[in-house]
């Protein structure tokens, strides 16, 4: 798919200066580099000044609780881009039902980052340049592993950050552990000229998107979609074809966008699985993604989902 990278969170070609992780002194100037800009995030949320990354000094007085330590993310055209998480703070008034919902619409205002507010990432993600969707990828990634990785998987200790936030090492046992990557097939399954949509438990009401599910071990992207699909809907699937990947930080996927050719079309849904699929034809989908369907909800704009239906419908999976 010729402009597949064109996906929010896509990538921006930013330098990752991998080489700099394990070295503390370049590490010390480069946070002491008057260019130096940090962007913060607090329990999976990220600062934003309007719809766009808030970012601060790495020695703002309010990063001093940051916890274990600020994740070095790479140079920003020479600039040295960090993440601090300072999900230690309290605001004065949180709901944790609201918190820990599918999409969470609260906003929380830090008394130190004057104009910014604290919110979900999902509600900006396809507003955001390039460069910083690319580093909101990587930094609410990297700090969620962060945040529940926190003991050797080998022999239980309390491991210890290291590598400029890219590696925790364990101290009793030296074992090295490194961010997790989940792979997530999520599948354009067409026959004739519908398209299978899905939804799940949990959804916002009327949202449906495209079936999607983890790959599993010893298995294929091409495996992965059969099963999926059969597992959720009972709709055999033939040849499948690769088009598009996109990093998901909610918390760690990586999305394998594929296009497979349905072989039948009688849906039996598994109810511990999907909550119920049914196929659209294109001019159903037409009216969907405009917002004209009077039940059906597309999937959020920057969502690979979103961005696989849309091109499919201008004729662009090439």
Known sequence: MRIAESVTFGGSGLD?????????????????????RACVWWRGKPLLAGDALGFVAPDHPAL???????VFLGLDDGAPRFA???????????????????FDATEQAHPAFDGMRFAELRAVMARLTPREAELAAMARALL????????CAKCGARSDWAMAGWQRDCPACGAHHFPRTDPVVIMLITRGNSVLMGRSPGWPEGMYSL????????????????????????????????LASQPWPFPASLMLGCQGDAESDAITIDPAEIEDALWLTREEMVGVMAGLHPRIKPSRRGAIAHFL???????RLD
């Open 84 to 102: 601090a998480d300072i999900s230690g703070w309290e605001p004065p008034e949180v709901d944790p039902a609201e918190l820990g919902r599918f």
């Open 16 to 36: 990752r200066a991998a080489a700099f992780r394990g070295d503390a002194a370049r590490l010390g100037e480069l946070r002491a580099d008057p260019a130096a």
């Open 144 to 151: 969620g592993w962060h945040a529940h990785h926190g003991f």
């Open 64 to 70: 001093a609780d940051q916890g274990e330590g600020m």
């Open 309 to 315: 239906i849309a091109n499919w419908l201008a004729d």
């Open 211 to 242: 079936l999607a599910g983890f790959v599993e071990p010893g298995e294929t992207i091409e495996a992965a979609v059969r099963r999926e699909v059969a597992e959720e809907s009972g709709v055999k699937v033939g040849a499948v074809r690769y």
